[in-house]
């Protein structure tokens, strides 16, 4: 038994997952995990490349598990739609898919010859892990880790008794750390089937959430429903937020109505997976990135990594984001104060460019935000004939007003904040900013992230 399932044996009374209102402990995962690998998990072969079709359960997490035991290939797919998991079935070059609601094992029939990744793991009888990227730039990549060596970086935790909601979903390289972290820990996750603001605020005031991982924008829609002073979210300790930019004012705010919770900010890729960081404040956007298996310098302002965690490649793309000598090239923007924190000031393919001039969409957000009419903001760049681009900015605002007014309230409150170029030409009231299921703003139109 590998050493991660091995552990719990040290803490089977701890609860483990809390899922549809059901509480299970370690002893039930542990004897979880072993009835799946002696059970219908006999008619998966060691080594083969496994689809899970379903997000964070009980069910799920113990099929993981298991697999890992077996030296599975893991493809976790949280996609609903049936187009989108068959094409990434096929993408990952899947023996098998399990589904996490009927533990149905069916067959997947592919005609494509194996990828000398997935080759190279089963040679060296290691399991593996694929996950897709969110396509938000062009087709989602498949990248290949070793589930090993990724579990293997979590090793000799301290054991804690601690509430975690997870948040992220079961194919993101966020959740899983989440997941992972919680495990080799002895934590007790909290599985949310509703992640609207109210929803996951009822269960941290019901199973005294201690640890809240998010994003920005999730951030932002609990402040913006008030959810926050309906439920009795006190026996927060920390709430880590990544996987998008964070405006200041919007962090500014959030400590303002969590005075005493300790804010971090998480950074990671796909890629490398997640690096250990630490906020200079609760209320900065300043981070250091501080890990032992990670290295990383700053090219041109972009902000490149290399991990012990990293991925072997991809599967259905060129290795264009790496260097000759192994460096990924992140694509986030940094500035670097003079003590060693760096600050994350956007994503090189959302910069716009007006007539030569750069604009960071969050920079723009910021200032917005501050404004308190504003609810929520996203700016992104649309074609303009003259300059190339030009800054246009989404908005919502529970206050009855015409989009004019509010065209004329920004124009006139970024005046003398930003430099002219950045303030946006067109302002567009919505119902909602653009943001996918996962949380996270959607800066070019038309496109699932």
Request: aromatic letters at 8%; charged letters at 25%.
């Amino acid at each position: 038994m590998k050493w991660l399932v091995d552990n719990f044996l040290s803490y089977l009374e701890n609860d483990a997952i809390v899922y549809n209102n059901k509480q299970y402990t370690y002893q039930n995962l542990y004897d979880q995990v072993l009835d799946f690998s002696q059970g219908f998990l006999k008619d998966v072969e060691r080594g083969e490349v496994v689809a899970i079709v379903g997000d964070y359960s009980f069910n799920s997490i113990a099929l993981m598990l298991a697999l890992y035991e077996n030296n599975n290939i893991v493809v976790p797919i949280a996609a609903t739609v049936e187009l989108e998991i068959n094409d990434r079935a096929r993408e990952a070059y899947c023996d098998k898919s399990i589904n996490v609601e009927t533990l149905k094992i069916e067959r997947i029939k592919n005609s494509l010859n194996k990828h000398n990744m997935i080759d190279i793991l089963q040679k060296k009888s290691e399991s593996g892990l694929i996950l897709f990227s969110s396509g938000s730039t062009g087709k989602p990549k498949a990248m290949v880790h070793s589930l090993d060596n990724l579990i293997n970086s979590y090793q000799d935790k301290r054991v804690k008794k601690v509430n975690m909601l997870i948040f992220l979903m079961f194919d993101h390289i966020g959740g899983l750390n989440t997941m992972f972290n919680a495990l080799s820990m002895g934590n007790n996750l909290v599985l949310p089937k509703d992640k609207s603001a109210e929803g996951v605020c009822s269960l941290i005031e019901e199973y005294k959430i201690k640890v809240l991982p998010s994003s920005p924008t999730f951030l932002n829609l609990i402040l913006i429903s008030g959810s926050h002073k309906k439920y009795n979210l006190s026996s927060i300790r920390m709430i880590t937020y990544g996987t998008e930019t964070m405006p200041e004012s919007l962090l500014k705010r959030i400590k303002s109505e969590f005075p005493r919770v300790k804010l971090l900010q998480t950074f990671g890729t796909s890629e490398t997976g997640i690096a250990r960081t630490s906020s200079q404040s609760s209320d900065s956007t300043f981070m250091k990135i501080d890990d032992p298996n990670l290295e990383y310098k700053i090219v041109d302002n972009e902000l490149w990594l290399k991990s012990n965690t990293q991925v072997l490649g991809y599967l259905n793309a060129s290795m264009e984001s790496f260097t000759d000598d192994g460096w990924f090239r992140t694509g986030d923007l940094v500035e670097r104060s003079d003590d060693g924190f760096i600050k994350i000031v956007g994503r090189s393919k959302e910069v716009i460019n007006i007539g030569g001039e750069k604009v960071l969409p969050v920079e723009v957000e910021s200032v917005i935000l501050s404004i308190k009419e504003i609810d929520d903001c996203m700016v992104y760049g649309e074609k303009n004939a003259i300059t190339g681009q030009m800054v246009v900015v989404d908005v919502t605002t529970s206050i009855d007003i015409k989009r004019k007014e509010i065209k004329k309230i920004i124009r006139m409150f970024c005046r003398d904040k930003l430099d002219n170029y950045k303030i946006p030409t067109k302002v567009n009231l919505v119902d909602k900013t653009n943001f996918g299921d996962r949380f996270k703003k959607i800066r070019q139109k038309n496109v699932k992230l």
